[in-house]
């Protein structure tokens, strides 16, 4: 049996943005065992170990609904440049001489960065899976894998059969992964190379992960194209048939509202929408119909990878545009950044008994969110990394008092290292265009 651990006295918050003080945690086997009021805990329940949380929060670990995380090797790579620049003259030539190195150090320092911030769980959506995997398992986070696929490359068959042997193999490695299929975005997977892919997901009984309408430029060339949206060339490939993870959906229209179930959710990363200017989009005008979260995108794009910071700028872009400043409430945004675990299959994201115990306990007596009046109001508009003093998977501590469990200074000697070679080998050539 698994130690049990004891978060003593702490305050509570929850999944729905209540806040109970005074609260003793038990967590036993990965799990919520116990959630007692201290004034009323027996102490019936042996504790291990026992971290006194009088002057802490506790709440569900904070979930990536969509990054690209090994891209954190590139970040800063790309700035003040339009987004056709960002993918044609930098990103992807610069992607297509990557090593499997790059990949595999590039992840680990995400996945660092992640659990820096209270991350337990994320979505990633890149190539060079096995290296993503590996860093997944080493460092103990939760990962859901989209290995990426290209419709439009000379090899796709041979990378759809490679993509699918290795989910197949790899999808019962762990309780702390998942799959989804990946496919790009319809703009790089012709729609008979969108429907295989989606074929393949069905015969998995998998979920899909991919782009869709990040921008207007794709929505138009869509409609000129198909006389579709990418929604609903995504509908006629059948993607609706399954349970869908839509990477941006900023230009969604309302026409595109019929296509989604009650099982699609929209990873929101308006960092990048801000950094890459990629307009106002249709998402403000029909959020209240959506099911979504936050991811971070890829450090490239947009430099950190703390979904807190991609709340807090949904909610003040929201604010900016409505010119309503009562409208996107801190308990609407807290919901919404909880919600993103039900993208998942692995049920975190809930501080209730038996739930998995994939927690941050906040440490919020610190100079950017103290004196606070409202604990929820200063992770969402104060908080940094230095407030998360703990986080936890599965009952594992992989941030422990403010240190990570990772070594982050060899890590970055390694980072240092491949910064160095990548400039030198330069850029390659895509295979497809943006």
């Known amino acids: 049996m698994e130690k049990t651990i004891l978060l003593k006295n702490a305050g509570l918050l929850d999944e729905e943005a209540n806040c109970i003080l005074n609260q003793n945690v038990y967590v036993q086997e990965g799990k919520i065992l116990k959630i007692l009021p201290a004034a009323e805990d027996t102490e019936s329940i042996h504790a291990d170990e026992t971290i006194d949380c009088s002057k802490y929060y506790v709440s569900p670990g904070l979930a990536n609904l969509h990054t690209h995380t090994a891209m954190n090797i590139f970040k800063g790579i790309a700035e003040d440049v339009t987004a056709d620049a960002w993918f044609n003259e930098m990103i992807w030539p610069y992607e ?101 892919i989606i074929d393949v997901a069905k015969e998995l009984n998998l979920p899909i992960h991919l782009h869709v309408s990040e921008e207007d430029v794709q929505v138009e060339k869509a409609r000129e194209e198909t006389g579709l949206t990418p929604f609903g060339i995504l509908y006629e490939a059948g993607g609706f048939d399954c349970k869908v993870l839509i990477g941006h959906g900023l230009w969604i229209e309302e026409e595109d509202l019929k296509y989604l179930r009650d099982d699609t959710w929209f990873a929101f990363c308006p960092k990048t929408y801000m950094k890459l200017a990629s307009g106002k989009g249709g998402f403000f005008d029909y959020y209240k119909q959506l099911n979504y979260g936050f991811g971070t995108d890829g450090a490239a794009s947009s430099n950190t990878l703390n979904p807190v910071e991609q709340a807090r700028l949904f909610g003040l872009m929201g604010k900016y545009q409505e010119r309503n400043s009562a409208a996107y409430t801190a308990t609407e945004i807290w919901q919404h950044l909880m919600a993103s675990h039900q993208a998942f299959s692995f049920g975190s994201g809930r501080l209730k008994e038996g739930a998995p115990a994939d927690l941050v306990i906040w440490d919020l007596y610190q100079p950017d969110t103290f004196p606070f009046y409202s604990p929820i109001s200063a992770i969402l508009y104060s908080s940094n990394s230095q407030n998360v003093k703990y986080t936890m998977v599965a009952g594992e501590f992989l941030k422990y008092n403010g240190k990570l469990k990772i070594d982050t200074k060899t890590l970055m000697q390694e980072a240092v290292r491949l910064q160095k070679a990548l400039l030198e080998r330069g850029k390659g050539k895509a295979q497809v265009a943006y």
Request: negative net charge; aromatic residues 8%; proline residues 5%.
């Open 96 to 196: 297509s001489k990557m090593t499997d190195e790059d990949i595999y150090v590039g992840t680990l320092m995400g996945i660092a960065e992640m659990i820096n911030n209270g991350v337990t769980v994320f979505a990633d959506h890149y190539f060079g899976e096995e290296q993503v995997l590996k860093a997944v398992k080493e460092t103990g986070i939760r990962g859901d894998l989209a290995p990426t696929l290209f419709g439009m490359t000379p090899d796709f068959h041979e990378r759809l059969a490679q993509v699918k042997a290795f989910i197949q193999e790899h999808r019962n490695d762990s309780d702390r992964i998942s799959f989804h299929m990946g496919p790009h975005a319809n703009y790089t997977c012709p729609s008979p190379t969108l429907k295989e």
